[in-house]
């Protein structure tokens, strides 16, 4: 029973190893430290613990010789006495009750299962990690002393409104600590905040208050509030965090039709603050236009004009000078490169003609301002726009239905598509492998009851106490006020190899005692699960205590693994009711009807003898 209990939850972590994806690398290395420590634990029980019991656990009448530990375990055991005598009666009416029993475990189980929709979806939870970050865009046409003042502006609101704050950054000009995009009308703010064990405020009370405060204070600016540290991390990795769509198509101003659309749809979600796209499209770009007729009429060439207005306004590589062995780059440009353009620049410029007469290139150029993007992105050679919009809560998988649901409605120009992407679809496909994982695991599991039951039915009925392992999941989870994610899930993976440990005890037992005492099947029952009642309570109150710290999520950044002790806390208490009531009722039901049919198929085939021995034709 103990290798077989200690395989089952290997079993169930083995198939982990090889998830792919970003789900694979956060939950591998988890797998790898529960395998080890299972098969150590197991070596320990077989070889190690018998010795020192053997060694040290002195008899009987030297416990009794001390008055205390006497009083302490007669205590106990006058207590336990009276639970097992209770739990006895409980499972005889249940044993009379049947259906009763049946009926109200599945009707618990949908419950349970309807339950699901009250809890959110995430890839991962939300941690407070003491880091905020605050990106800023303001008009197009700032300068950078003008996003400067704003940014001062922000400073200062943040001073006022967050004392919090251990240390603050501010950079102008540029949309992150590394610098990824440079423009003059952006910003950006990283906050260190002080520990959460020193505030009364988490992390998400205040990215609130600044997301709303600072845009109702300082005018012309789009500003996004967002949680920083290990969930900064997570969203760079997964493509974006929050409610994340991808528009793509051939035609760029289709495409930036359809992704205002969807971003308007989004600005209408009471679950979403703000929204932004990852191009802004109210840049501009002065355009020098050169005609072809006027500078063929001028006699100057095209490629003269053209290179001339690129030394004149960018500035251009035009050779390698070499000398002493080394290379030196030439780069012409004029005065006037990187300086404010007006109009009349053009009459200040002039190109000598093929006839040596010197040309105004107002006479040929003119300067038009026209709309442009800061950058075209591409996903398998098409242009791609992607519309974020960050929620006010950790529900990523509802408004990403929310999103998918309106957008389902939405008419989009021919040629124009769209997808889910970033966390949503990262956790998606991490929750597809997560269920094939699961299936596997479970398969693994049944195999190496069958190898343990020498049965293919009484397995089985041990793994009926695994649904069931959902409502307290689910209970732990809305406790908690958490979310689904690939953590609670791998709670549930791991809970599928640790519930049935208690069944096969119990079911072990009772067929040792129909074999071995020949017991008859109720009284076997009766007793193998009475008599199984103090070590199933033992091994999954220690289990429960284990969990305990990781579930109440104490210190910086437990809140992504919290969930994994609320989950398995949860589901092991409504486990532990089932495996004590429902499988009895289940081995029951099975063994009686096999016991049935065999006492049929025996009566059958001891007529069929005696017809034949009395010479009689059937």
């Keep these: 029973a103990v290798v077989a209990s200690t395989t089952t939850t290997l079993a169930v972590f083995v198939p982990l190893l090889f998830v792919k994806g970003f789900a694979g690398r956060v939950l591998r290395d988890v797998s790898y430290s529960i395998i080890w420590a299972i098969t150590g634990s197991m070596i320990v029980a077989i070889i190690v613990v018998p010795f020192l019991s053997a060694l040290w656990l002195k008899k009987e009448r030297d416990l009794t010789d001390r008055k205390i530990f006497s009083r302490i375990s007669a205590l106990i055991d006058r207590g336990f006495a009276r639970l097992q005598g209770a739990y006895r009666k409980g499972l005889a009416a249940a044993l009379r009750n049947r259906k009763f029993v049946l009926f109200v475990a599945v009707c618990v189980l949908v ?147 359809a992704a205002r659309a969807v971003q308007a749809i989004m600005d209408q979600d009471p679950h979403i603050s703000t929204t932004d796209m990852n191009i802004s499209f109210n840049r501009q770009e002065i355009i020098s236009n050169l005609s072809i007729d006027y500078m063929g009429t001028l006699g100057v060439t095209p490629y003269e004009g053209a290179v001339t207005s690129r030394i004149l306004f960018n500035g251009m590589d035009v050779g390698t000078y ?43 150029s003119e300067f ?87 049965r293919f039915i009484q397995p089985l009925i041990v793994l009926a106490s695994i649904p069931f392992t959902i409502i307290g999941v689910i209970a732990g989870l809305l406790i908690f006020q958490s979310t689904l994610s690939i953590i609670s899930f791998l709670g549930i993976i791991a809970l599928a190899g640790i519930v049935v440990n208690n069944a096969i005890v119990l079911i072990d037992y009772t067929n040792l005692l129909r074999k071995r005492d020949n017991m008859d099947l109720r009284a076997a029952i009766l007793e193998g699960a009475s008599s199984r009642l103090k070590p199933i309570l033992m091994t999954t109150i220690t289990t429960i205590l284990g969990v305990i710290p990781m579930a109440l999520a104490i210190g910086e950044g437990s809140e992504v693994y919290a969930p994994l002790g609320q989950s398995i806390g949860g589901g092991l208490i409504t486990s532990t009711l089932i495996t004590l009531y429902l499988i009895p009722v289940l081995y029951y039901i099975v063994e009686n009807r096999r016991m049935r049919r065999m006492e049929e198929k025996a009566r059958e085939e001891e007529e069929e003898r005696l017809i034949l021995s009395s010479g009689e034709t059937p």
């Design 322 to 364: 070499r000398a002493d062995g080394k290379n030196y780059p030439i780069f012409l440009d004029s005065t006037i490169a990187g300086e404010p353009v007006s109009e009349d620049i053009l009459n200040q410029l002039s190109l000598k003609s093929q006839s040596g007469e010197y040309i105004s290139f107002a006479n040929f």
């Design 368 to 454: 038009t301002l026209e709309p442009t993007v800061d950058a075209i992105n591409h996903n398998q050679r098409m242009t791609s726009i992607l519309v974020t919009g960050h929620l006010t809560d950790s529900d990523i998988g509802g408004g990403s239905s929310r999103i998918r649901e309106k957008l389902a409605d939405l008419a989009f120009p021919s040629g124009v598509q769209w997808e889910i992407a970033g966390s949503a679809k990262e956790m998606i496909s991490s929750f597809r492998t997560l269920l094939l994982a699961m299936g596997i695991a479970v398969f693994l599991v049944y195999m190496v009851m069958v190898i343990q039951f020498e």
């Design 111 to 257: 419950l349970s299962a309807l339950a699901i929709n009250f809890l959110g979806f995430e890839f991962l939870s939300e941690t407070d990690m003491n880091e905020i970050n605050i990106q800023v865009e303001t008009p197009s046409g700032y300068t950078l002393d003008q996003t400067r003042e704003k940014m001062k502006g922000i400073e200062a609101i943040v001073s006022r409104l967050v004392p919090e704050v251990d240390s603050a950054v501010f950079f102008t000009g540029q949309t992150s600590s590394f610098g990824l995009m440079n423009a003059d009308n952006v910003g950006y703010a990283r906050l260190r905040l002080v520990s959460n064990k020193k505030r009364d405020r988490s992390v998400f009370e205040i990215i609130d208050l600044l997301q709303t405060e600072i845009p109702a204070t300082i005018p012309d600016v789009s500003i996004s509030v967002i949680n920083g540290g290990f969930a900064q991390m997570v969203s760079l990795a997964t493509g974006g965090a929050g409610v994340v769509v991808e528009v793509y198509g051939n035609d760029l101003d289709e495409v930036a039709q």
